[in-house]
Structures are given as structure tokens and as C-alpha cells.
């Protein structure tokens, strides 16, 4: 490994350490429950069982998010009401959970949070972004022009509301509002 990629290397380490600092570390194999140990395995500082003599992968955690839209262009977006970013505004959405796709877990977040029904027209895009409490959030964006129901609050929203472009209030995540602008600005 030349000077340069080592240094590259050392930089990415860094910033997932950085991010780690702020995250439960897993301590214990979750097969055989011996202590883990951090060792350099294909190409990466990874967490490693030495009885089980396999790495401990740690993956992406998978979520999907919905940009809805009313008759005159307006997004409907709820005002968070638990952390991270409690009082910011977000497009409805939430984790995948086992045996969900991405689209069920859309759909089901939509009803959740906003009491709506709805209909996905296509994906708009997938991102991952850095988190301080999952490291990585692999997102999975979609639209939908038809739903039913009359929005309210639920779940984890206080407040649900459709805005114009122009109007848009702070938004909690990055990869929300890349998903907003891909809408608009497509």
C-alpha cells in the first residue's frame, strides 16, 4: 500500500472511529458471546471474534421515506416529535423492519405517521448518510401523488403539514431534503 492510500485510509478510519464514539459499541460476538477484539481484516479495522475466527460485520441500517404531494405542488412534512432532531420537520418515513421492503415500510410509516393511505408512483433515489446513533443510514426515497385519508399527527409526529417549495422550514435530515429537491428541481 502506497503513502498516499494509507493516508486516505487512516482519514476513513478516523472518521468511523469519530463516529463510533458516539454509538453503543458491540462488545460480545453475538454467536458464541466472546469479548471482540478490533483487528485490520479485508482491508478495514473491523470488529473480530477470535473463538468463532470471523469478523463481525456492521451494515447499513436500511430506511425508507415518502415525498407526498397535494394537488397545488405542496409536500407534506411532519414536525418530529421525538430525538434525533425533535421540533425539525422530516418527509414521513422510518426504519425497515424484518420481512418489510423498502415500499411496505414506506407505506406503513405513512400510515403511522399521518394516518394517510397511499400509492407509490416510483423511487426517487437511495442515500446513505452518516448517523450519530446507527454510524450509516442507507435511505430509500419514493413518491406519491395519490393517497387517501385526511392527515393528522401519530407516532413519532406532532405535526403534519403540506408547504410549497419556497416555504419549507428547516429539514432534519440530509437525505430528505435531497429527495425534496429531486422532486422539485427535476
Known amino acids: 500500500m502506497n503513502g498516499r492510500n494509507r493516508s486516505l485510509q487512516t482519514r476513513e478510519l478516523k472518521g468511523i472511529s469519530t463516529i463510533r464514539m458516539n454509538l453503543r459499541k458491540k462488545k460480545f460476538c453475538h454467536y458464541c458471546r466472546n469479548v471482540l477484539i478490533e483487528k485490520f481484516f479485508e482491508g478495514r479495522l473491523r470488529l473480530f471474534c477470535q473463538r468463532c475466527n ?32 425533535k421540533g425539525f420537520w422530516c418527509l414521513p418515513g422510518g426504519f425497515m423492519e424484518l420481512g418489510e421492503t423498502p415500499e411496505t415500510a414506506a407505506l406503513r410509516e405513512l400510515k403511522e405517521e399521518t394516518g394517510l393511505d397511499g400509492q407509490i408512483e416510483m423511487l426517487l433515489g437511495v442515500y446513505s448518510n452518516p448517523s450519530q446513533l446507527y454510524h450509516t443510514v442507507l435511505m430509500v426515497g419514493y413518491l406519491i401523488n395519490t393517497y387517501s385519508g385526511i392527515p393528522i399527527a401519530g407516532d413519532d409526529a406532532d405535526e403534519v403539514a403540506f408547504f410549497h417549495y419556497d416555504e419549507l422550514p428547516e429539514i432534519a435530515f ?7 429537491k429531486m422532486y422539485y428541481l427535476a
Do not use: G, Q, W
Open 174 to 180: 440530509e437525505s430528505h431534503m435531497k429527495f425534496i
Open 54 to 85: 470471523e469478523p463481525i460485520y456492521e451494515n447499513p441500517i436500511p430506511a425508507s421515506c415518502l415525498v407526498v404531494t397535494d394537488s397545488t405542488d405542496r409536500v407534506l412534512l411532519v414536525r418530529r416529535s421525538v430525538e434525533p432532531k
